[in-house]
């Protein structure tokens, strides 16, 4: 159990549109959503946290004007890269945690997705 | 100042021979300590999770001890392998009594290349 997806795997844009990123959680209801970034030979970086029907908690300097994180249901969280530059282009990880302990779920724990590999052109 | 030290932060050892990594916290209180494998371009796996009274946990050729007094852990790779080959990444989660729960404080990780 506790199977996170993303969907894309890998996308390609141009600089300037913008990029939806979906995250979903097959198996449970994720009361908790986490987004990262990751550049290439570095750890994870946690850009903003949501939970379930309220609105996201952005890091220290990440713009949340560009960074758009929809969390609207216990199993889908969004995040949308607004007007993509090449500086942007990154492995985005969103991960899950979930209130409710249950076969083999743990409570306090992520869940990670697989990760989008964004290129921004 | 990272609450979550790894170390060393990368190592090569030949296939077929056993390493150690460590990871160090300071998060207070504790609830529990996993440890992840991240393949290139993929996301973090789950290897194993520890809560404050256990020592030690097995996967396979995976080890992972914790001593919650001194604040330190371990994983221990068995016979390595090629695919062994990956960052490995402790997370501590911090306990209910603190401000910080439900946080995850993450290590930077510590890069494994087996060669043949």
């Known amino acids: 159990g506790a199977v996170v997806s993303q969907h894309p795997s890998r996308v390609i844009c141009k600089s300037g549109t913008s990029v939806k990123i979906e995250c979903r959680s097959l198996d449970f209801q994720a009361t908790t959503m986490f987004w990262y970034r990751q550049f290439p030979k570095q750890s994870l970086m946690l850009m903003a946290t949501?939970?379930?029907?309220?609105?996201?908690?952005?890091e220290q300097g990440v713009e949340k004007d560009k960074f758009l994180i929809n969390h609207a249901s216990l199993t889908l969280s969004t995040l949308t890269v607004t007007s993509a530059h090449p500086e942007d282009s990154s492995f985005y990880i969103c991960?899950?945690?979930?209130?409710?302990?249950?076969?083999?779920?743990?409570?306090?724990?992520?869940?990670f997705g697989p990760g989008t590999r964004l290129t921004v052109l | 100042k990272n609450q979550v030290e790894q170390s060393p932060q990368s190592l090569i050892i030949l296939e077929g021979k056993n390493c150690t990594l460590q990871?160090?916290?300071?998060?207070?209180?504790?609830?529990?300590l996993r440890w992840y494998k991240q393949d290139t371009g993929r996301g973090p796996v789950s290897l194993t999770i520890m809560t404050f009274s256990e020592n030690t946990k097995s996967n396979g050729r995976y080890t992972a001890t914790l001593d919650a007094d001194t604040k330190q852990s371990s994983l221990h790779i068995t016979a390595s392998q090629l695919s062994d080959s990956a960052s490995y990444i402790c997370?501590?989660?911090?306990?209910?009594?603190?401000?910080?729960?439900?946080?995850?404080?993450f290590g930077a990780g510590t890069q494994v290349v087996v060669t043949p």
């Open positions: 991960s899950a945690s979930s209130t409710w302990r249950g076969g083999s779920l743990s409570t306090d724990t992520q869940y």
């Open positions: 990871c160090n916290y300071t998060v207070s209180p504790f609830s529990n």
């Open positions: 949501s939970n379930e029907g309220s609105k996201a908690t952005y």
């Open positions: 997370v501590v989660s911090a306990g209910r009594t603190t401000d910080s729960w439900g946080k995850f404080q």
